[in-house]
């Protein structure tokens, strides 16, 4: 199992070995919208109302998505990389600010009572 600080280290390695460089960080923020796009794309086809435009498409379509998703996770990495976020850090202190935030707030909705 890789950490996520493993991760951070291990896209920059590939990046400054076989990607050369890191794209600037607002080509970067643009390639993640469009990854982003992309699980929008298929999340819309296996889970919303959308229809494939091919059967083949839809056989493929969890590997896909799960392909699609990485990516994204790749990117954002980068942006973290290229910005100095330690997104362990940031995500230990983003979960704690949710488990202080929202402590009485979702268990007082109805909607997300277990049926």
């Known amino acids: 199992m890789m950490t996520i600080q493993e991760a951070q280290q291990t896209v920059d390695q590939w990046i400054n070995t ?8 607002l080509t970067n923020m643009a390639v993640l919208m ?7 794309r298929l999340m819309a086809r296996l889970y ?25 996770l ?5 942006l973290a990389n290229q910005t100095g976020v330690d997104l362990t850090e940031a995500f230990r202190q983003n979960l704690q600010k949710k488990t202080v935030r929202d402590a009485e707030r979702h268990a007082a909705n109805e909607k997300l009572k277990k049926k």
């Open 48 to 72: 919303g109302e959308q229809s494939f435009k091919k059967a083949e498409d839809a056989a493929n379509a969890r590997g896909q998505l799960a392909d699609e998703m990485a990516d994204v």
């Open 34 to 40: 469009e990854e982003v796009g992309e699980v929008a």
């Open 74 to 78: 790749f990117v954002l990495i980068c």
């Open 18 to 25: 076989i990607g050369q460089r890191y794209y600037n960080e």
